[in-house]
């Protein structure tokens, strides 16, 4: 009897266990509406325990689960301090984890994951994180999904992580230069992607035709995200500073070079780094630019030797090569900053009519960067003194490169007023009797602009 009765109270707790395991269907679809409503209505604390009851009840029910958690651990961590915030912080990457469990395939690893390393960043002091730690996490989410690592922020997060710990003696700089050189491919991946997808849009209204409401929201969406990766280009640059120097790369990259010469990548790399850095003088630079186009000939390799030629001032040659290079180019967002490098090349120089060519070129390829009409304005305003036949029409040159100026947008409104600021004056205009007429730039310019009136 006494075992029966055992038996009898063992299959009851079971029961009771099975029951207590199970969802209940009505009962989640009621606390998830709950918890939605508090949400909406930014009542986050309210939400709190209905969200956290039907996470560990049912995690699989619905994905609304995480997208609420989010939002309401987010807010408890914002009103929280000390070793409540800190506990919240790690809720909120165990809620991340949990999401990847149960819909991995609505959690891609290089959104979720890169949100759980940069909540981590921000609050390191809170949480006690090194560098170290904080950097591994980033890389093996990089490794992980690097197609999905896209975070502007957190780009820079990784490759400034980077560069702490090579201060810190921590990286070699072979390593510091191969993630730059990771992280800056990366970027300009995705500025091509929102590039392209802008383009859509401004070859649309070109050809005369209006946006629709979501097309206009979608463009300045695409447009934010290009603007926001502008900003971490130059931020990851400005951290790497002098780190990169010829001090440093040419010593580097001779040491590496024997186990390398068969590595296009790695030749690439050295070759577009001592390109950049003006270590062009080195017989190192001639060797990397010759192999690689020996082993991979190809648009990269020949604006290489376009620079080699340069440097050792055989104009006529170089600028075949930089031709080539454009010629064997079939992409048009790498074409057109072929166009805008050699154009800035051919600037510096001081041969602008030829680098206006490779500017306009570089705007028809790739209209959504506008950066190539600040480079054309500023050849003007310089060619100001040269261009005019009087002190009135030498000044009227700054209108020219106000007019380009505008052209690019946001970017260019500071350097309109710099330039309005030292064309004529309206006492100027008046003085001269010069109101509404047109006038003839010469020189390199060969343009004309009209007097505004008064």
């Known amino acids: 009897m006494k075992q029966n009765i055992t038996l009898f109270l063992s299959f009851l707790f079971l029961g009771l266990n099975i029951g207590f395991a199970q969802s209940d269907p009505e009962k989640d679809v009621v606390q998830l509406s709950l918890v939605d409503q508090f949400v909406k209505a930014g009542d986050f604390n309210s939400a709190y325990t209905p969200f956290m009851e039907l996470r560990k009840r049912n995690p699989k029910y619905s994905l609304a689960i995480y997208s609420n958690g989010e939002k309401i651990l987010g807010d408890k961590i914002e009103k929280s301090t000390g070793a409540d915030k800190k506990a919240f ?75 702490d710990l090579y201060d810190a003696g921590t990286k070699p700089a072979e390593d510091l230069f191969n993630k730059y050189d990771d992280i800056t491919e990366k970027i300009e991946e995705e500025v091509k992607n929102y590039s392209e997808k802008v383009n859509v849009y401004l070859e649309k209204e070109e050809a005369g035709t209006a946006l629709t ?117 079939t992409d048009n967002f790498k074409k057109a900053k072929l166009y805008k490098l050699i154009g800035s090349k051919l600037k510096s120089k001081g041969r602008y009519a030829q680098a206006r060519g490779y500017y306009r070129n570089a705007l028809k390829f790739n209209p959504s960067d506008l950066t190539p009409y600040l480079s054309i304005a500023a050849m003007y305003a310089d060619s100001a003194n040269d261009c005019g036949d009087s002190t009135f029409n030498k000044r009227a040159v700054y209108w020219l490169a106000a007019e380009e100026a505008r052209k690019a947008g946001g970017a260019g409104a500071k350097y309109v007023e710099s330039y309005i600021g030292r064309a004529p004056s309206k ?16 020189c390199w310019i060969g343009a004309s602009v009209t007097v505004p009136k008064l």
Not at 92 to 116: I, N, S, Y
Not at 120 to 146: H, R
Not at 427 to 442: C, L, R, T
Request: net charge negative; with cysteine.
């Open 89 to 163: 912080i790690e809720d909120l990457v165990k809620l991340w984890d949990e999401r990847a469990e149960h819909f991995a395939d609505k959690t891609p690893k290089g959104v979720f994951g890169t949100r759980a390393c940069q909540l981590m960043y921000d609050n390191k002091d809170v949480l006690g994180k090194t560098n170290t730690e904080l950097y591994d996490c980033f890389d093996a989410v990089y490794k992980a999904d690097k197609d999905s690592f896209t975070n502007p922020q957190s780009l820079y997060t990784y490759f400034s992580l980077m560069v």
């Open 213 to 329: 409401g979501k097309e206009e929201r979608f463009k300045q969406s695409y447009q934010s995200y290009l603007d926001a990766y502008d900003q971490v280009s130059a931020g990851v640059d400005q951290k790497l500073g002098e780190r990169a120097n010829c001090e440093n790369l040419i010593p580097l990259y001779e040491k590496g070079f024997e186990d390398n010469k068969e590595n296009a990548v790695w030749l690439q790399r050295a070759a577009g780094k001592m390109s950049e850095k003006e270590c062009t003088d080195s017989p190192l630079y001639f060797k990397i630019v010759n192999a690689y186009h020996e082993l991979s000939p190809s648009s990269k390799s020949a604006y290489f030797l376009a620079v080699l030629k340069d440097r050792e001032g055989k104009t006529s040659e170089a600028l075949q090569f930089y031709d080539q290079a454009i010629s064997l180019e």
């Open 427 to 442: 006492q100027d205009i008046f003085s001269a009797g010069n109101e509404g007429k047109v006038i003839n730039i010469g």
